[in-house]
DNA sequence: GTTGCAATGCAACAACAAGTTGCGATAGAA
DNA sequence: TTCTATCGCAACTTGTTGTTGCATTGCAAC
């Protein structure tokens, strides 16, 4: 039999965050075992609800924690680089099993569906970004609303993900990228 | 005291079926509690057991038996009137209550999951004959993939509603007709 | 009208997961 | 070594899905 661990503070934290990570991308969706969380963690299920009032604090702190990653701003040197990389960062994430479960649940609490907006929020603001350089490196002339132009690029793709349930191949990537690269003229 | 009620046969599946969508719109989710659709229906939890396995099979049916009504084809005489109507039927459809249960939700069983292809795949189908019927009036030339310019207008829409959480304007609905329109040219 | 059967109601039950509680055990610092 | 906050643990409550055995009742055939 494995001893009980009785390990404390922060690395239990880490642990369980880690741990409650791990399960939403096992089972695909919010709605995860806490039981099955303790399991991972190597944590008594007690220890985890002196942290957490109920599970669906836990699983949004769980899904902050893992969003402190820094969103990258690609700077591939030409705007059609640029637009590819976000595009095909934005399939990558909605195909994976954390992505799903995130973006396309419909979830129990507020919190949790607050998270929706927010995070493409930032996504857009960092992926604006690209369109300034572009405008700086004189490629194009400057849009009204470069936030729009990126939300209207990525939709198709999610949308095909989520709800067409068809893969999403390199052609269609590359239509939504000329589609926004057309409009900027 | 109310008296039970011992109907039987097809008035009992309708009510059944009817409560279980309305269960489904004034709680938002497919994750629906049996007790409460028998007691909507007038009828005991045995009963609704008696006719479906489990409460996945309840759903689906309730909602296969909803969408029996036909997708309506629009017919405003120009392509523009057309997909106007069709973009305003998508936003209603996407702002409802069993619209966004239908559509926003990971559903728990493959079943459920399936239907949400199939639900697009009738409706880009149905919106596809707008553009051969604008083809046919000579309103513009005949397009390698109509289907795909359907969806690919009706992506932004959802993904407003789903994803970043703002309440779609009639602009909004304008510009995504716009960009097909501009995309038979 | 009477009879018989299939459909329904009903209450009790099992199984499972969220969340709680009281107490005993232990790590880590004083 | 001692003290205390943290952890493990087992047992519990609550809510929901799904099941079962039996009593009732609607309805059709006779």
New binding site residues.
């Given amino acids: 039999m494995t001893e ?6 922060k690395v ?1 934290d880490d642990n369980i965050l880690r741990a409650a990570i791990s399960v939403i991308e096992e089972s695909g969706t919010l709605l ?4 099955r969380v303790a399991e991972l963690a ?6 985890i ?2 942290r957490f ?3 669906d604090d836990l699983v949004l702190a769980a899904i902050l924690a893992q969003a402190e990653t820094v969103v990258p701003i690609p700077d591939a040197g030409s705007l059609r680089g640029d637009l590819w990389e976000i595009v095909v960062m934005v399939r990558s994430t909605v195909m994976s099993s954390l992505g799903r479960a995130l973006l396309s649940a419909s979830a129990a609490s507020p919190d949790l569906d607050q998270l929706r907006p927010t995070y493409w929020q930032t996504r857009f603001e960092a992926a604006a970004k690209v369109i300034d350089r572009a405008v700086e490196r004189g490629e194009c002339s400057p849009p009204a609303d470069p936030q729009l132009l990126i939300e209207l690029m990525v939709a198709p793709i999610h949308f095909r993900a989520t709800q067409v349930g068809v893969d999403i191949s390199d052609e269609f990537l590359a239509v939504q990228v000329d589609r926004l690269v057309a409009a900027l003229r």
């Fill in positions: 009980p661990s009785h390990r404390r503070g239990v995860i075992k806490v039981d190597g944590v008594n299920k007690t220890t609800y002196r009032p109920n599970r």
